[in-house]
């Protein structure tokens, strides 16, 4: 299993990177300054640095700087507010595989994470592909497909296929999957994830995504 370290000093936002890279199968730590991040990076037990740059004690920049001085080829994603084009240049001149500006889907922030853990060869990545019941979904191209015939997803209804097909039989509440697919900065009160499981049910088949009253939503 593949483990990721979340440089992160926002407890809200390391708690909701954390809680969604380990539903995605990845075993995870949290660092809440510079030094600390620096000197777990340094063991090599890590696969892979989320960082960020607004860090105490040392910003990312310059974990980022001692990391690859040491000879790390460690894959990076700096995860960041602070998104000036100077910074981004800093940061991926420096070193970094990759910059996120916050606030951030973590969809989109999975899809990078599975980038660059594929591009690296790291052990444990997750699957190419998931599939369940005749549904199965290309994780590198963002293709589904339904019985091999291929349906166009957007990359919205994409991310809440994948959250369905990862747990297949679970029952997922409305507030787990907004949180997961459209980001820490939602509405609790929206009726958005009704509305894709709408446009799901249209594209991959009504029978496939059950409503459980009072709970939420399960593939089948």
């Known amino acids: 299993m593949a483990s990721i370290l979340i440089a992160e000093d926002e ?3 390391a708690a909701f990177v954390e809680k969604g890279l380990t539903a995605a199968g990845f075993t995870t730590r949290v660092a809440p300054t510079g030094p600390e991040a620096l000197d777990l990076a340094l063991t090599d037990e890590f696969d892979l640095l989320v960082l960020d740059i607004g860090l105490p004690g040392m910003d990312g920049f310059e974990v980022l700087s001692q990391l690859r001085g040491s000879g790390s080829t460690m894959p990076v994603i700096i995860l960041t507010a602070r998104a000036g084009g100077a910074d981004t240049v800093a940061g991926l001149e420096g070193g970094a595989d990759d910059y996120m ?3 951030f889907r973590f969809d989109e922030l999975l899809a990078r994470v599975r980038l660059r853990m594929s591009s690296s060869a790291a052990a ?3 699957a190419a592909e998931l599939a369940h019941q005749g549904l199965a979904l290309d994780i590198r191209t963002r293709r589904a497909t339904v019985d091999g015939r291929g349906v166009d997803l957007s990359g919205r209804e994409f991310a809440l296929a994948e959250e369905l097909v990862r747990h297949a039989g679970q029952v997922l509440s409305r507030e787990q999957l907004l949180s997961r697919v459209w980001g ?3 509405d609790p009160g929206s009726n958005v994830v009704d509305v894709y499981i709408r446009y799901l049910r249209n594209k991959l088949g009504a029978d496939r995504i059950e409503t459980v009253r009072g709970m939420g939503y399960r593939l089948v």
Request: charge should be positive.
């Open 11 to 13: 407890a809200r936002i």
């Open 101 to 103: 500006a916050k606030p």
């Open 124 to 126: 444990g990545a997750p």
């Open 184 to 186: 820490y900065d939602f």
